[in-house]
């Protein structure tokens, strides 16, 4: 059983930093992909970053030169760094895991394993 585990989100002024990690586990026997997401109550959840097991990723154009996706495969750890943060950032970042090597994909309805999510809050 695949489990993941998100920390990380806070308050943080516009233009500030936040990196987010997300402790995985049950997944390390077969092809996968882990992803980054994001909801804004009300919103559809949003597509953010993803990367495979070989490290062949994919940022969302919204978040492109901001938003760093990376992974520790010592750790079991999947990152996001976030920089130039702005309020429209605001919202519940999770992490998600697909049977698949599908890199490119940020499809919500792909992924089969979910974390429970962390508020990221940007505001002056």
């Known amino acids: 059983q695949v489990q993941l585990v998100e920390s990380g989100g806070g308050s943080v002024q516009p233009g500030g930093s936040l990196r987010l990690s997300c402790a995985a586990s049950?997944?390390?026997?077969?092809?996968?992909?882990l992803g980054w997401f994001r909801q804004v109550p009300g919103k559809e959840r949003e597509g953010i970053a993803a990367?495979?097991?070989?490290?062949?990723?994919n940022i969302a154009d919204s978040v492109k030169g901001r938003f760093t996706i990376s992974k520790d495969n010592t750790k079991n750890t999947l990152y996001l760094q976030m920089n130039s943060l702005s309020p429209d950032d605001t919202a519940i970042y999770y992490c998600?895991?697909?049977?698949?090597?599908?890199?490119?994909?940020?499809?919500?309805?792909?992924?089969?394993?979910w974390g429970h999510g962390t508020q990221v809050t940007v505001s002056s």
């Open positions: 998600a895991a697909a049977r698949s090597g599908r890199w490119w994909d940020l499809l919500p309805r792909d992924y089969t394993y």
């Open positions: 049950g997944y390390t026997d077969i092809a996968y992909c």
């Open positions: 990367i495979d097991s070989d490290g062949h990723s």
